[in-house]
C-alpha cells in the first residue's frame, strides 16, 4: 500500500509542476490558452494553431480577431483524393501575394503568422526595407507530390508555395537566386525559412531535395518536417 502511495506520490508531483507552468505561462507560451494570431509566437503558438485546423470555429474567430479579409468557400469534395474543406480565398492580409490564394483556414491561420511576426520584421531587420509584395507558386492544386503517388497538401488547400519577396525599394528576393548566394539576402531567407518552421508542421526548401530549390514549400499537414 506503502508503495502504491509513492507511485501515485511520484507521477502526481511532475503532472502537477507541468500543469502549473503551462497554467502560469505567458499566453504565447501556454497551449491551450486563447487563439490570438497578433500575439507575437511562442512555444504554444504551433499547438494553438494545430488546434484551430481541428476546430472550423476557433480557426474563423482567429482570422476575424486579427482582422484577415477572406472569402469563406462551401465544402467542395473533387475527383479523386482532392477536396477543400473548412476553406477560403485569401483577399486581404498585411502584405499583397503575387496569386489568388485558396487554401484552408488553418493555412491561412499559419501563413498570416509567418508573414506577421516572422517575415515583416526580418525584412525591415535584415534587409533595411519593408516587404511590398509576396511571390507565390500559389496554395491549392489538386496533384500528387512531385516524383511519388502520394497526394501533396495541396490537394486539400492546406500548403502555400513561396518563391520570393518583393520590397518597398523594388529589390526582389528571389528563392532560387539568393538561398545560396550569401550576403544579407541569404541571411534573410534562413532567418524567414526557420521562422516557417516554428509555426507549420512541414517547411521545406531548397536544402531538402530539387523540387524545392525555388521555394518554400510551407503547409499544415499531419507530421513536423523542417528541411
Not at 47 to 73: I, M, N, Q, W
Not at 85 to 100: I, K, Q, V
Not at 188 to 204: D, N
Request: hydrophobic share 40%.
Amino acid at each position: 500500500m506503502h508503495a502504491l502511495k509513492a507511485w501515485i506520490l511520484l507521477i502526481s508531483v511532475p503532472i502537477l509542476v507541468v500543469a502549473a507552468l503551462i497554467w502560469l505561462a505567458p499566453p504565447r507560451h501556454n497551449p491551450f490558452a486563447p487563439i490570438d494570431l497578433t500575439e507575437r509566437p511562442g512555444l504554444g503558438t504551433h499547438h494553438k494553431l494545430t488546434r484551430a485546423r481541428d476546430s472550423r470555429e476557433l480557426c474563423f474567430t482567429a482570422l476575424d480577431e486579427a482582422g484577415v479579409l477572406y472569402t469563406p468557400l462551401e465544402d467542395d469534395k473533387m475527383e479523386g483524393r482532392c477536396g477543400l474543406y473548412d476553406a477560403l480565398t485569401l483577399d486581404r492580409t498585411m502584405t499583397p501575394y503575387s496569386a489568388t490564394l485558396r487554401m484552408t483556414c488553418a493555412e491561412a491561420a499559419a501563413l498570416y503568422t509567418w508573414e506577421r511576426h516572422v517575415a515583416r520584421p526580418a525584412a525591415v531587420d535584415i534587409l533595411g526595407s519593408p516587404i511590398a509584395r509576396i511571390e507565390t507558386y500559389g496554395s491549392f492544386s489538386c496533384r500528387n507530390i512531385a516524383g511519388t503517388q502520394r497526394m501533396s497538401q495541396h490537394g486539400l488547400g492546406n500548403a502555400v508555395d513561396i518563391s520570393g519577396f518583393r520590397l518597398e525599394d523594388g529589390r526582389l528576393i528571389d528563392v532560387k537566386k539568393h538561398w545560396d548566394a550569401g550576403g544579407k539576402e541569404a541571411k534573410f531567407l534562413r532567418a524567414v525559412h526557420k521562422g516557417a518552421c516554428e509555426v507549420f508542421s512541414v517547411t521545406l526548401g531548397p536544402d531538402y531535395n530539387a523540387a524545392h530549390a525555388d521555394h518554400f514549400h510551407l503547409d499544415m499537414g499531419g507530421g513536423r518536417v523542417c528541411r
